[in-house]
């Protein structure tokens, strides 16, 4: 009797010892939802990359939020910096919070949904959360536009960064400073555990980790690992459009509004102001089988290009951030409304 006993307190024990040693696990690392993926990463033997910044004092970091929505900020001698450039801002062109209701999922139509309900901008260029996470920028048909100027910048954030500064901003090279605190701002927009929408099968396979690889592939494939681009093409016929698409006005009108306005409204980074009246819309309309800047196809797929004498520029929108769908929700707006 007294041996059962015994016995029993030892498989209570055990038991209990493994239940603390799980917890512990889970524990041990601190994770909570806030977590940020690189900590898990690197707790799963995962070397963090060079444009990390764990280290980054809240100083460096406020330079780096300064420099990306003012374009300049104090210096370390003490003295206001000049101006990356004198068009644009970063956020004219990049947004600063998460895009993607689902971030391994590229959509641009659930992108907007979810810009129209968090009440974002609808940009050309991809957002600077989760930046840091990547793995390569500047992917796909960007070399058309920029040729070799993309082949360092696609392998290094930091190279990117310096390339946007100077080329896509129409601005300047960033100096050492500058750079250091643009990344130590970038490292504290990571992607968090919270953000990634895990199923309970993917959560106990993170809190057990028991196998390394499976665990890292599992996180990794949670989060797009490079924004794609794809340049899109005109359609065949103006006047028919994108084949077989039929434009939706109500979203055409989301799209004019957290788009092109974001830019063109008075006061916005273009000169060339629109606004909500038929008058513009017929202009759009009048240009839709004609070659040139206010044919709808050819200014977003192709965009306008900066020069010496003009260096305002409109980006172009690859179909990730612009699918042809939307150009046809835009028509089909700016028909209803003209
Ligand atoms: C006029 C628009 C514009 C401005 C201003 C601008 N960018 Fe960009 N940027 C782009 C476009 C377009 C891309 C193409 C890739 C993408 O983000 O989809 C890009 C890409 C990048 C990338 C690579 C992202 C990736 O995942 O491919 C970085 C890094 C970047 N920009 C940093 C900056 C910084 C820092 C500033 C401010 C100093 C800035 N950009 C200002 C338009 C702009
Ligand atoms: C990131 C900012 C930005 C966004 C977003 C943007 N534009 Fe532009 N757009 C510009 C700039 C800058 C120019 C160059 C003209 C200038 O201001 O000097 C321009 C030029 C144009 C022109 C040519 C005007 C001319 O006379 O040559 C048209 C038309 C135009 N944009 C339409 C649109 C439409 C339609 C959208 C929405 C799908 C849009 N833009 C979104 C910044 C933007």
Known sequence: MGLQKKKWSVVVLVVFCMICWSFSEYEKDDFSEDTPISDVLLDLGVHLPEHARPNADEATIKRGYELVHNGRTIGPDGKKSKYISKYFNCTSCHNQVQEDPILNTIDPDARLE??????????????????????????????????????????????????????????????????????????????????????????TLLMNASDKEETIAMLKGKYALRS?????????????????????????????????????QAGGVSDITFDYSSLTFQKFLRQIDKSGNYNLYEIIRHGTYADKGKPRYMPLYPKERLSDQQVEDLRAYMKSAS
């Open 228 to 264: 794609p681009a794809t340049f899109g093409e005109k359609p065949y016929n103006y006047l028919e459009g994108y084949m077989s698409i039929k434009g939706n006005a109500d979203k055409g009108k989301q799209l004019y509004k957290l788009s092109c306005m974001a830019c063109h």
């Open 114 to 203: 979810f810009a129209v309900e968090k009440g974002l901008k609808f940009l050309p260029a991809s957002t600077f959360y989760g930046i840091a996470n990547r793995e390569s920028w500047y992917n796909d048909d960007y070399y058309k536009k920029y040729g070799d100027l993309v082949i360092p910048a696609n392998k290094s954030l930091a190279e990117a960064t310096q390339l946007c500064a100077k080329v896509c901003s129409s601005g300047r090279c960033l100096e050492d400073w500058e750079l250091e605190a643009i990344l130590a701002y970038y490292w504290s927009l990571q992607l968090k555990l919270k953000d990634l929408n895990f199923s309970e099968s993917e959560k």
